[in-house]
């Protein structure tokens, strides 16, 4: 009888622990997965796409290119979500993507173009200033995934954002550029603070309207004007965009005093309608005591789900 071959190899790592049972019928690896919930995630690499297309155009010193895709992303940011609620393609992987690309397209790019056109001039500290306003931007995007989540938030409170959001910050804080390109002389300092400035309202906790209630219905008298209105904004913006870029930036700038003081009244409003608590009367020694519950259920079964 011949001896038996050794291999050299051990039964254990031709077949390790995690590979699945020879005998276990075979699963499909691919699982269909509906159109609609794609649409979303697609527009939202295309604003991803602009984001970094703006960065290698600010590079090259084309900075009115890289300008038009920073406001193509914002415009691609505020479609995408309103789209994958009408499809009903929402999902957690569109949620996390679109939070990624918002990161990159209106706090990094952003952060870079001001860089190379004015704060290079303050050589280390015009750097640290595209450097806080990436930061912030990330601090507030992180902030809002979170605060979403948040049970114990009012329902009106959802019409509001606590600090200013991100593509409003990047719109925004490019407004020394906007200004440089009507004729007025660049000055680093100033853009210096001024970059600095929204990068501290993106963190803060001031109430900004986010408009999310308009466009969910429109009256069927408005229809034509609402199509008038955009059709006249989309040929105004391309034929003045820096004009139309500083007025609305200032417009915007000057809405957020009217922003805080309308979360004030909602918020006053609500506190006086809130009942106030009963006083329990007062004990007699005479007066028996309620009888004990036969089930009394654990502390942990009376909160909510949410907390568990």
Same mark, same amino acid.
């Given at each position: 009888?011949?001896? #038996? =071959? %050794?291999?050299?190899? !051990?039964? *254990?790592?031709?077949?390790?622990?995690?590979?699945?049972?020879?005998?276990?019928?075979?699963?499909?690896?691919? =699982?269909? !997965?509906?159109?609609?919930?794609?649409?979303?995630?697609?527009?939202?690499?295309?604003?991803?796409?602009?984001?970094?297309?703006?960065?290698?155009?600010?590079?090259?010193?084309?900075? %009115?290119?890289?300008?038009?895709?920073?406001?193509?992303?914002?415009?691609?940011?505020? !479609? %995408?979500?309103?789209?994958?609620?009408?499809? #009903?393609?929402?999902?957690?992987?569109?949620?996390?993507?679109?939070?990624?690309?918002?990161?990159?397209?209106?706090?990094?790019?952003?952060?870079?173009?001001? $860089?190379? @056109?004015?704060?290079?001039?303050? #050589?280390?500290?015009?750097? &640290?200033?595209?450097?806080?306003?990436?930061?912030?931007?990330?601090? =507030?995007?992180?902030?809002?995934?979170?605060? !979403?989540?948040?049970?114990?938030?009012?329902? @009106?409170?959802?019409?509001?954002?606590?600090?200013?959001?991100?593509?409003?910050?990047?719109?925004?804080?490019?407004?020394?550029?906007?200004? +440089?390109?009507?004729?007025?002389?660049?000055?680093?300092?100033?853009?210096? *603070?001024?970059? /600095? *400035?929204?990068?501290?309202?993106?963190?803060?906790?001031?109430?900004?309207?986010?408009?999310?209630?308009?466009?969910?219905?429109?009256?069927?008298?408005?229809? /034509?004007?609402?199509?008038?209105?955009? *059709?006249?904004?989309?040929?105004?913006?391309?034929?003045?965009? @820096?004009? &139309?870029?500083?007025?609305?930036?200032?417009?915007?700038?000057?809405?957020?005093?009217?922003? @805080?003081?309308? $979360?004030?009244?909602?918020? =006053?409003?609500?506190?006086? #309608?809130?009942?106030?608590?009963?006083?329990?009367?007062?004990?007699?020694?005479?007066?028996?005591?309620?009888?004990?519950?036969?089930?009394?259920? +654990?502390?942990?079964?009376?909160?909510?789900?949410?907390?568990?």
């Amino acid at each position: 009888m011949a001896a #038996k =071959r %050794d291999t050299g190899y !051990i039964s *254990v790592m031709l077949f390790p622990p995690f590979e699945p049972d020879r005998n276990e019928p075979r699963r499909r690896r691919f =699982r269909s !997965i509906p159109v609609r919930t794609l649409v979303p995630n697609v527009i939202t690499l295309l604003a991803l796409c602009a984001g970094l297309t703006a960065i290698r155009l600010a590079v090259e010193e084309r900075l %009115d290119l890289a300008l038009a895709a920073i406001v193509f992303a914002a415009m691609l940011d505020g !479609i %995408d979500g309103r789209i994958a609620r009408m499809l #009903k393609g929402t999902s957690r992987f569109g949620a996390e993507l679109d939070s990624l690309a918002d990161f990159v397209n209106f706090g990094v790019a952003p952060a870079l173009i001001l $860089y190379f @056109w004015g704060l290079h001039e303050l #050589k280390s500290a015009g750097w &640290i200033a595209a450097l806080v306003f990436a930061i912030c931007a990330g601090l =507030r995007l992180a902030r809002f995934n979170v605060a !979403i989540e948040d049970p114990n938030r009012p329902a @009106w409170a959802s019409n509001f954002f606590v600090g200013v959001p991100a593509p409003a910050g990047a719109i925004t804080v490019l407004l020394p550029i906007y200004l +440089h390109f009507l004729g007025m002389p660049r000055f680093a300092p100033i853009t210096f *603070v001024y970059t /600095l *400035v929204i990068a501290l309202l993106m963190v803060s906790r001031l109430p900004v309207y986010s408009g999310k209630r308009l466009g969910r219905r429109v009256p069927r008298e408005m229809v /034509l004007p609402v199509f008038v209105v955009a *059709v006249l904004f989309v040929a105004l913006l391309i034929s003045y965009p @820096w004009e &139309i870029l500083t007025l609305g930036t200032l417009c915007y700038l000057g809405s957020l005093p009217f922003g @805080w003081m309308s $979360y004030r009244r909602l918020e =006053r409003e609500l506190s006086s #309608k809130a009942p106030l608590p009963e006083e329990s009367p007062a004990r007699s020694p005479t007066m028996p005591r309620p009888a004990p519950s036969a089930v009394t259920p +654990h502390a942990d079964e009376q909160r909510p789900p949410r907390l568990n």
